[in-house]
């Protein structure tokens, strides 16, 4: 099992806890705060990358779309893990 499918498994505990609309970024900082161990598993896979963050948080992000009890709004720009700014996926629980 990779690292990516471990936390994935994390999912819907974060997507509970989580305001009915939330975006990618804060849930990404509410897993990644969470899951520190398993969270620093999946960077450590992208290391090699030239933006090790942002693909990771993309893959990471990609994967809410697994989740049947959330739906996409529209993306909104947010603020991300290192204070800029960034377009982030808007979703809603069902």
């Known amino acids: 099992m990779t690292p990516l499918d471990e936390i994935q498994q994390c999912y819907l505990e974060i997507i509970d806890v989580m305001p009915k609309r939330f975006n990618s970024h ?8 969470r899951y520190q161990g398993l969270y620093i598993k999946v960077l450590a896979q992208y290391v090699d ?8 948080h993309g893959q990471l992000a990609k994967r809410l779309n697994n989740f ?5 709004l529209a993306y909104e720009s947010s603020t991300n893990i290192f204070g ?9 629980k069902k």
Do not use: R
């Open 84 to 92: 800029g700014t960034s377009d982030a996926m808007v979703w809603t």
């Open 26 to 33: 804060e849930f990404i900082l509410e897993l990644a705060h």
């Open 68 to 72: 049947d009890q959330i739906k996409q």
């Open 49 to 56: 990358s030239p933006s090790p963050f942002m693909s990771a």
